[in-house]
C-alpha cells in the first residue's frame, strides 16, 4: 500500500459525458501526477499540480483538465469523453524536486461506450 | 506515444533464472526509474538511477545507466515466481518539469515455477 488512494475504481461513461476522478495524495506530499494506461501500453503523462498550479502537461488536449486543492488532494475532469479516453488513470504523488519517489495509486480503470 | 521502448517486449524464464530487461530513450534525463506493475494495477517503484550513475544496486536488482547510448538494463537475479509483472523504465527528462515521467512500453516477464 502506497497511502495513495484513487476514487472509483471502475466506472463507466458513455461517449459525449464528463467524468471526474479523484485522488487522495500520500501524507506530506505536495506534488501530484497523472497518468492514462492504454491497455497494453506504458503510462502516458497528463499533467502534474504543484501548489495548486498546473507544473506541466503531456500532449493531452485541453478537455482534459485538473484541479489541486490546499489538502494536495487532486482531481482530473475529462469532458466530451470519446471512446479512446477509455484507459487505466494514474494518479501519483511525491514531493517535487527531481528524483523524488512517486508513489501510484491503484488506478480508475474507466469504460467509455 | 510512449517516450521509450523497452525490450524485449515478453520474457519467459524459469523460476531461478536471470532476467535482463532493456530500456532506451531519446532525450537528455535527469534521472532514470524502474517500476512494476501486476496485473493492469498501480505500479511499485523499484529502483531510481540518476544520470551521473552507471550502475545501482538493490537487492536481487542491478540497473546499468549508459547515457552516451540512453539506454538503461534492468537485471532480476534469482528470479521467483513472484516476480511474474510488467515493468516499465521511466525517465525524468531534462527539459520538462522535475518528476514528470515518460514511460516506455513495458516488458512482461513470465517466471515460471
Known amino acids: 500500500e502506497t497511502g495513495v488512494t484513487q476514487s472509483p475504481t471502475h466506472l463507466i461513461k458513455t461517449r459525449g459525458q464528463q467524468v471526474t476522478l479523484r485522488c487522495s495524495s500520500q501524507?506530506?506530499?505536495?506534488?501530484v501526477s497523472w497518468y492514462q494506461q492504454a491497455l497494453g501500453q506504458g503510462p502516458q503523462f497528463i499533467f502534474q499540480?504543484?501548489?495548486?498550479?498546473?507544473?506541466g502537461r503531456g500532449n493531452f488536449p485541453p478537455r482534459f483538465s485538473g484541479l489541486q486543492f490546499p489538502n494536495y488532494s487532486s482531481e482530473l475532469n475529462v469532458n466530451a469523453l470519446e471512446l479512446d479516453d477509455s484507459a487505466l488513470y494514474l494518479c501519483?504523488?511525491?514531493?517535487?524536486?527531481?528524483?523524488?519517489?512517486?508513489?501510484f495509486g491503484q488506478g480508475t480503470r474507466l469504460t467509455v461506450v | 506515444s510512449q517516450q521509450g521502448e523497452e525490450d524485449p517486449q515478453a520474457l519467459s524464464i524459469q523460476e531461478g533464472e536471470n532476467a535482463t530487461m532493456n530500456c532506451s530513450y531519446k532525450?537528455?534525463?535527469?534521472?532514470l526509474q524502474w517500476y512494476r506493475q501486476n496485473s493492469g494495477r498501480g505500479l511499485v517503484h523499484l529502483i531510481l538511477?540518476?544520470?551521473?550513475?552507471r550502475e545501482k544496486h538493490s537487492g536481487r536488482l542491478r540497473v546499468t545507466l549508459d547515457t552516451s547510448k540512453k539506454s538503461s538494463s534492468l537485471l532480476i537475479t534469482a528470479s521467483r515466481a513472484a516476480d511474474t509483472a510488467s515493468y516499465f523504465c521511466?525517465?525524468?527528462?531534462?527539459?520538462?518539469?522535475?518528476?514528470?515521467?515518460?514511460f516506455g512500453t513495458g516488458t512482461r516477464l513470465t517466471v515460471i515455477p
Open positions: 532525450t537528455s534525463i535527469n534521472n
Open positions: 521511466a525517465t525524468d527528462r531534462v527539459q520538462t518539469g522535475a518528476n514528470n515521467l515518460f
Open positions: 538511477i540518476r544520470s551521473n550513475e
Open positions: 501519483a504523488s511525491s514531493w517535487t524536486g527531481s528524483g523524488a519517489e512517486a508513489f
Open positions: 501524507s506530506g506530499h505536495n506534488t
Open positions: 499540480y504543484y501548489r495548486e498550479e498546473e507544473n
